[in-house]
């Protein structure tokens, strides 16, 4: 299917919370709360010791993407000290770097979490494993791939561990969703995203509607 490029601002506005806890596959005020008020690991809270926004960025395109995006939230959102507040639409892009390969699917999901950013990391890597994520090469297909896009305004950069994510700034199935969730959002260092979007115009990405769980 040829991919259609969607402009900046031009995309579906974001899913309701409906949606969020369709994808979730929670009722609202039940498990996520539970989740949200579950005891975090004291080395895990972040210093400030505050709930911080953060944005994941999910991609799949191996397997059933949509089935294992859903599954990723569910994950995410069960995670301590830790809620899913809006999930964006979900978008198909084509491959970058390794171009033999499926399109892929990728949404981003906002978080409101008391992990730390190392923690968050470290568990969103134990979800990809859970999901049969596995390394062949750089750019390979993948079952699920869950990047930590922005920790508040938050600027790491540790051996293991960038933030903001390092390439987020120059990808459509990226800044598209993000764009839904938080469109004045600015990527420290990098700027504004609306401008960072125009940077990415004529990348192939298409608004295929919401995170729906079959
Ligand atoms: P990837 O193959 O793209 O999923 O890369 C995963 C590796 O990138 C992990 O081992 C992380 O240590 C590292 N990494 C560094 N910064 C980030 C980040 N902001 N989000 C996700 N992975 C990161």
Redesign the pocket.
Known sequence: MALRLVKPGAHRPAPERAVIDAAAGVAAGTAAEAAADAVVEPQDVDVDGRSQRAYIGLGANLGDPMAQLCNAVVAIGRLPGTCVAAVSSVYRSAPVGYLDQPDFLNAVAALDTRLSPQAL?DA??AI?QDGG?T?AF?NAP?LI?????LYGERV?DEE???????RMSGRAFVLLPLAELDPACVVPGAGPLSTLAEGVSGQAIECIGPLVAD
Not at 145 to 149: A, G, K, S, T, Y
Not at 160 to 166: F, K, R, S, W
């Open positions: 990391l969103l890597l990809e994520r390394r750089r993948r791939d869950l990047d930590l896009l790491v293991h561990l960038t933030v903001p994510h390092p």
